[in-house]
């Protein structure tokens, strides 16, 4: 079961504009006090609405901010389609053991143990860090939807490795995901 759907509270931290593009720095609560941090890609050139897409990240510390998924996402917006690249828990701006004093996370081994130490504690609650992150993507729909450069008729998920798993939950419990594309690996 999912919680109560809340207000956003979205807020454009920075925006960046390039050729054809605009990149805005947003974060929104996915639950009161739960924050969600990402990147939207929107097309500058083209007749919207556009297609929109979010894309959960998979297993890597960095998240939205490796090469490689910039270079998704860059592809995509130049496309015309609006994406949204956001941090999971334990992940990017979203880690979850983070020291400012030493500016490195305190758990050793990656986002993956950054994902089992809550996993744990909130089996005990009877709830799932799968469900935490899986409503964290449903809400990120959320926030798409309210952008007036998105077309609410035209949503889709694209995920790699960790973020792929969450594209195949995703897709199938919410019903506004039209399109879902899985690339699974390292």
């Known amino acids: 079961r ?3 759907r809340t ?14 593009f605009l990149i805005e720095n947003v974060m929104f ?8 941090t990402g990147n939207l890609y929107i097309p500058t050139s083209g007749s919207g609405p556009f297609p929109g897409i979010i ?12 090469p490689q998924y910039q270079t998704v996402y860059l592809s995509l917006v130049k496309s015309g389609f609006v994406v ?12 979850q053991y983070w020291n ?9 081994g ?20 799968t469900q935490y992150r899986i409503w964290d993507g449903m809400r990120a729909i959320d926030y798409l939807l309210t952008r007036t450069e998105v077309d609410p008729k035209r949503i889709g998920c694209a995920g790699h490795s960790g973020g792929g798993t969450l594209t195949q939950f995703i897709s199938a419990l919410d019903e506004r995901v039209q399109c ?7």
């Not at 509270?9 to 050729?19: N, W």
């Not at 894309?55 to 490796?66: D, E, T, V």
């Not at 949204?84 to 880690?95: A, C, V």
């Not at 990656?110 to 860090?129: A, D, I, R």
Request: aromatic share 8%; hydrophobic share 35%; with cysteine.
């Open 2 to 4: 999912f919680p109560e």
């Open 7 to 20: 207000p956003l509270h979205a807020v454009t931290v920075k925006s960046i504009e390039r050729d054809g």
């Open 29 to 36: 609560q996915s639950r009161p006090d739960f924050w969600v």
């Open 55 to 66: 894309s959960p990240c998979g297993h890597y510390p960095l998240a939205r901010m490796i």
């Open 84 to 95: 949204f690249g956001y941090d999971p828990i334990g992940q990017g701006e979203r880690r």
């Open 100 to 108: 400012p004093q030493t500016n490195v996370t305190e758990v050793e």
């Open 110 to 129: 990656g986002p993956v143990f950054e994902h089992s130490m809550p996993g744990q504690l909130l089996l005990l609650l009877g709830e799932t860090l």
């Open 180 to 186: 879902a594309a899985i690339i699974e690996g390292g």
